[in-house]
């Protein structure tokens, strides 16, 4: 059963211009060391930065939760699962809230374009 849905979009060039300015750390708050590194190692950084930054604004939606402050971000971390495909691991207050709400199943659909970048998070119970 569906317990909860989010979505999210993102202009993908906003992304490259913050990401121009100056390189992004895990004590920037948004995104895990681990994301930043996968960032890091591909061409196309931005848009991969795009990916992970709606993803985790979708899992929040979808769990409920307000952000108040931006080391929530860290606490939904986006994967690479075998074959590419994209997972998603939650930590911290997102992991505590989706226990309490049954949350037995996240899927995440990621797509990222020049222009834009979106994602859909469905939890199942």
């Not at 993102?10 to 960032?39: H, K, Y």
């Not at 985790?56 to 307000?66: D, I, S």
């Not at 402050?69 to 699962?81: C, K, Q």
């Not at 997972?87 to 797509?111: C, E, I, N, Y």
């Amino acid at each position: 059963m569906i317990v909860g849905l989010g979505i999210d979009f993102i202009d993908s060039g906003r992304v490259e211009r913050e990401l121009a300015r100056c390189p992004w750390t895990p004590q920037d708050g948004i995104f895990t060391a681990s994301e930043i590194d996968f960032c890091n190692s591909k061409r196309k950084s931005a848009l991969l930065y795009a990916s992970c930054f709606v993803a985790k604004e979708a899992t929040l939606k979808a769990l409920g939760l307000e952000v108040t402050n931006l080391s929530l971000f860290r606490d939904v971390e986006l994967l690479r699962g075998p074959e590419g495909k994209a997972v998603l691991r939650l930590h911290g207050q997102a992991r505590s809230v989706s226990q309490k709400q049954g949350v037995r199943r996240l899927s995440v659909a990621v797509t990222t374009t020049a222009r834009l970048s979106g994602a859909v998070v469905v939890l199942e119970s």
